[in-house]
């Protein structure tokens, strides 16, 4: 039950994960080992097992629900919207709104990013710093040529997130996907920081080269 991780580590620091390019750059080993970590999408794809990890939208939850069925190694909890019958999962309410749940228990704010979602399970878990990173907040391919938050077919490279240990692109080739829509994200993000730091808590951006200009910026070398 999601009830179970109420202020479950109150007080503590831990990392939310996103899946930009710069993760290939970043120590997540050596900030992991330290911290707790949220993880998210196919986060599974770098071998990593973070402690949390979460999958909303329709689209990812239909490639990536199946690698994990497929791999009882991958021991995360893990959180998804209730009409997704992952066995052992923690079933969330995702709605589509504006704002910021402080409530897990009763619902998620999508807010166009899962990162966002990771967020306010961040925070009803109690931790009092958020470090981010792999939040590149740029999609140099999937933002051309089409409008922002409808969907698109990948094709060839994708240089918006990070490659998959064996090497493979994070967009499949030929799946459907939906674009970015960065200016709603920022606003979601916005709302996200004024909740923490009105309860003295934050928000920390160590993502090398990130575009996201919301939170403060620091080096993931001061947190090691």
Partial sequence: MI???KDKHKGETCVVIGNGPSLEKTPLGHLTRKYTAFGA???????FIPEYWTCADSVMLTECIPWVINHPEFESDKFVPRDVPLPGSHQLNISIETG???????KVILGGTVTFVN?????????TTVLLVGVDHKYPKASIGGK???KFIAAGD????????DGSPYFTPGHIYNRPELSANE???AAAKLVFE???????NLTPGSVLNVFEKQDWSKWL
């Fill in 41 to 47: 999408n196919k986060i599974y794809g770098r071998d």
């Fill in 148 to 150: 922002a938050g409808y």
């Fill in 187 to 189: 606003r979601y993000y």
């Fill in 3 to 5: 009830q179970d991780f």
């Fill in 119 to 127: 967020l306010q399970l961040a925070w009803y878990m109690g931790f």
């Fill in 100 to 106: 910021f749940s402080k409530d897990a228990s009763e």
């Fill in 198 to 204: 009105q309860a003295g808590r934050k928000i920390v």
């Fill in 158 to 165: 994708d240089p918006d997130h990070f490659k998959l240990a």
